[in-house]
């Protein structure tokens, strides 16, 4: 039996999770990562620093341009936007590959933290030369997903959202895997706990903002984290973390 079908076997027979329990455990181990997790959310503002600058240089450019040299008949003229959407939809790219490989080392860091694992943070596990094509392709994945989502409107998106929060947290632990198989894992994951994922992620994510503000708005980036959290707890029960990957026996990622 392949690693697809464990974990799809595992799905079939997981448990039923309690939101409560979740919750709670959430919040103990934010305790222990909170730290952690504001590295890596500020990791990924720094790192998407230069593409904001190259997406908005054609923006500033307009700026310093006379206003009738880019309009036609009073109304601006698309052809000096069309550079501006298409670094848009390069730095949404680029920016869900960053946000996506920093944030399956975070679940990583999670599990040796709730483990008591002696391991280093090692915020930049998925950029190295194992794992970074991996990396870009599920992200390429999960962007096109969430893009055609988005297209069909509002319900699609809130549907997939579950699914495609979920292959962060599969990815970080099954890493040897290939990625189609993954994401069809993060949508079995998905359907089978889509409510209670769906309801602790919202749930997290309003007590993370909610504190954060009170916490002089700056502390938004503190509490950030704590929405994540509740997905490495569903991936735990339901599928387990007593797997030894082949990656982690051999030190190399099959292609």
């Not at 999770?17 to 181990?29: A, M, T, V």
Request: aromatic share 16%; with cysteine.
């Amino acid at each position: 039996m392949n690693t697809l079908e464990t974990l799809s076997s595992k799905i079939e027979s997981a448990k039923e999770l309690d939101f409560g329990d979740i919750f709670n455990k959430s919040i103990e181990l934010f305790k222990k990562v909170w730290l952690q997790g504001l590295v890596t959310l500020l990791l990924t503002i720094v790192l998407m620093i230069p593409f904001y600058i190259i997406m908005y240089l054609p923006l500033i450019a307009f700026g310093f341009m006379d206003p009738e040299s880019f309009q036609q008949g009073g109304e601006p003229d698309m052809a000096f936007l069309i550079p501006f959407y298409l670094f848009m939809l390069v730095f949404m790219f680029f920016a869900m590959i960053i946000g996506f490989g920093l944030k399956s080392a975070f679940y990583r860091i999670c599990k040796s933290k709730d483990l008591n694992e002696a391991s280093s943070d090692d915020y930049f596990y998925f950029f190295k030369k194992p794992y970074l094509g991996k990396t870009i392709k599920l992200a390429a994945m999960t962007f096109g997903i969430s893009l055609v989502a988005a297209l069909l409107c509002f319900f699609p998106i809130i549907y997939v959202m579950v699914p495609i929060a979920l292959i962060n947290v599969i990815y970080a632990f099954n890493p040897d895997m290939e990625a189609s198989d993954i994401v069809k894992v993060g949508f079995k994951l998905g359907n089978k706990k889509w409510l209670i994922t769906f309801g602790l992620m919202f749930v997290a994510g309003l007590l993370a903002q909610i504190v954060g503000m009170v916490m002089c708005f700056i502390g938004v980036f503190v509490t950030a984290s704590f929405a994540a959290i509740p997905l490495y707890y569903i991936y735990k029960e339901s599928i387990g973390l007593n797997e030894q990957n082949a990656i982690d026996e051999i030190g190399t990622v099959s292609e």
